[in-house]
């Protein structure tokens, strides 16, 4: 019997990892801990992070950059110390993860909406090019949602975001990478 899914498997497996009564709690106190580039977002909603442990009275929770050369991993990592601890976990150990690379696709649903809301073009809002090479030529525009808009440059307020302006309302605005 074919099944139809309704959600991508990797979000799936989140959300069951994430839902493991013993580290449940954990999970939704490191919702606190926000992308300092982007602060309506937390690090769930990114998507960057991948995991959450107790090993005895030691707490590892391991997180995965954007792009490797991410300047925000070291505050992230302080925050989710600084969340942890704040609740009453003295030994917390940050892990990052490099393997497997961090996609576009991790970010939640509600991560998606809450960059639109916030002006930023969620990775998901693309159109391909003619050639079908280029997927971020037309961002639609979070702020009219026309997507007749183009790219300025490849780079926006992050490496991980490029620059894109609309050409109806004339608003720049992010667009989050899609990798």
């Known amino acids: 019997m074919n099944e139809i899914s309704l959600?991508?498997?990797?979000?799936?497996?989140?959300?069951?990892q994430r839902n493991v009564a013993e580290v449940k709690e954990l999970w939704?106190?490191?919702?606190?801990?926000?992308?300092p580039e982007v602060p309506v977002l937390s690090i769930w909603d990114l998507?960057?992070?991948?995991?959450?442990?107790?090993d005895g009275d030691r707490i590892v929770v391991t997180i995965t950059p954007t792009y490797s050369g991410c300047p925000a991993m070291n505050t992230i990592?302080?925050?989710?110390?600084?969340?942890?601890?704040?609740?009453?976990?003295?030994?917390?150990?940050?892990?990052?993860?490099l393997s497997p690379a961090w996609s576009s696709e991790w970010m939640s649903p509600a991560g998606r909406r809450k960059l639109r809301n916030y002006g930023i073009?969620?990775?998901?809002?693309?159109?391909?090019?003619?050639?079908?090479?280029?997927?971020?030529?037309?961002?639609?525009?979070?702020?009219?949602?026309?997507?007749n808009t183009r790219r300025i440059s490849?780079?926006?307020s992050t490496a991980c975001k490029a620059l894109f302006q609309c050409n109806d309302c004339n608003e720049p605005f992010d667009y989050f990478k899609k990798i």
């Open 7 to 16: 959600m991508p498997e990797e979000q799936y497996r989140r959300l069951q």
């Open 28 to 35: 939704d106190l490191l919702d606190q801990v926000k992308d």
């Open 47 to 54: 998507g960057i992070l991948r995991d959450v442990e107790r």
């Open 77 to 97: 990592a302080d925050d989710v110390v600084a969340a942890l601890k704040a609740s009453g976990y003295d030994d917390v150990a940050v892990n990052t993860r």
């Open 121 to 147: 073009a969620p990775p998901e809002d693309a159109d391909l090019d003619d050639d079908g090479l280029t997927p971020d030529a037309h961002a639609q525009c979070p702020h009219c949602g026309s997507r």
């Open 154 to 156: 490849e780079f926006g």
